[in-house]
């Protein structure tokens, strides 16, 4: 049980460390960008790509949410730093 | 020939093997110059061969994971993506605090002293005809450094090998190659030096690092946001491969405005 508990505690402190707003954020973000595709909420456009024999390719894009998740994302950091430099300011007051 | 893609695959893994070798050379040194040198290279040989079996080990839970999603690489690549992207995130934040002087900048001399010294004090132990704790933490330094580029080398080459829109040939062979050369040349170096690598500019590099991390996990992770669509088909970034270069450049300005914002600000509180 030890062994098992080290284990995902080791994953734990590799992969979230001791920030785990971004974790928390990049799994919410991104979630609700699935969310968004899956109920489809804005249509998704297709558009052909190449002919090769009788096979029709298409391509699936998103107007949007590429977009809104890289700038949420990209948020989500400047937060976690501001967050960690508020902390700074507040314990050498 | 290598295409851009491969070759920007290669050169991100090889910088983070650079510095993640550099950081555990400086441990095995510690322990090497300040109690047994066979103890210390005994652990960081324990070590490679631990992380050759979890490297294995995590191959052959991808393959048997794959061969039963073979049609959905693009949950795939939103595994991998969201890995990458969380990870990136954490070093591109250090690398922020660290360039606006929140957060020390990463010394190779100053953990050197600091490993000499818990070496200097450690009691004598003796095992399996070792200096036990120059065994254990030559382990653990190389371990836990190297388990961070096996997880680059197989998120990075996976996701370049699985995309569905521009693959990467021999994706996961190329990104190990770049790997062992990064720490071939390091311990070499290291070897030749006898010192710690304290001129490798590690801070710079681990902000690339971040930098190509968070690309390359917000690139992978929105196409693989596609899962989700009923057709579970990978979702296309506008501009293709391009658009990797728009992101990385993202990335930097909101990195670097982030610093030259609180730079000043920490400068005039904290200044020594």
């Known amino acids: 049980m030890r062994f098992i508990k080290g284990f995902f505690q080791f994953w734990y402190d590799f992969i979230v460390g001791d920030c785990w707003e971004i974790a928390a954020g990049v799994v919410i973000i991104l979630g609700l960008g699935a969310i968004l595709i899956s109920t489809e909420m804005i249509a998704l456009h297709e558009t052909i790509g190449l002919i090769e024999g009788a096979t029709v390719t298409t391509k699936l894009y998103h107007p949007t949410v590429p977009l809104v998740v890289a700038a949420s994302l990209m948020l989500l950091l400047v937060g976690s730093v501001y967050r960690e430099f508020r902390r700074k300011l507040d314990s050498t007051k | ?272």
């Open chain 2, 1 to 272: 020939m290598i295409s851009a893609a491969a070759l920007t695959l290669m050169v991100s893994v090889f910088i983070a093997s650079i510095v993640e070798t550099v950081e555990a050379f400086t441990i095995v040194l510690a322990m090497g110059l300040t109690r047994n040198w066979k103890s210390a290279l005994a652990g960081a040989g324990a070590a490679l061969v631990m992380l050759g079996i979890t490297a294995t080990a995590i191959m052959l839970i991808l393959e048997l994971f794959m061969s039963q999603i073979q049609s959905l690489e693009s949950l795939l690549q939103l595994i991998i993506g969201v890995l990458l992207i969380i990870f990136g995130m954490q070093w591109l934040r250090k690398a922020i605090l660290r360039s606006s002087g929140l957060k020390a900048i990463h010394d190779e001399e100053i953990i050197f002293e600091r490993e000499r010294q818990a070496a200097l004090n450690a009691k004598p132990e003796k095992r399996l005809g070792l200096d036990w704790f120059a065994f254990v933490v030559s382990f653990k330094g190389v371990f836990l450094e190297g388990v961070e580029v096996v997880f680059i080398v197989i998120t990075f080459g996976l996701a370049a090998a699985t995309d569905r829109i521009n693959p990467i040939e021999n994706a996961m062979l190329l990104a190990a190659m770049a790997a062992v050369i990064g720490a071939l040349i390091v311990a070499i170096a290291g070897s030749i030096a006898h010192k710690p690598l304290s001129r490798v500019p590690e801070n710079t590099m681990k902000y690339a690092v971040g930098l190509l991390l968070c690309t390359f996990g917000l690139y992978w992770s929105v196409e693989g946001l596609g899962f989700f669509h009923v057709e579970s088909q990978s979702l296309h970034w506008p501009l293709g491969t391009w658009t990797l270069l728009l992101i990385f450049c993202a990335w930097l300005i909101v990195s670097r405005a982030t610093i030259s914002i609180l730079k000043p600000i920490a400068q005039r509180k904290w200044a020594k």
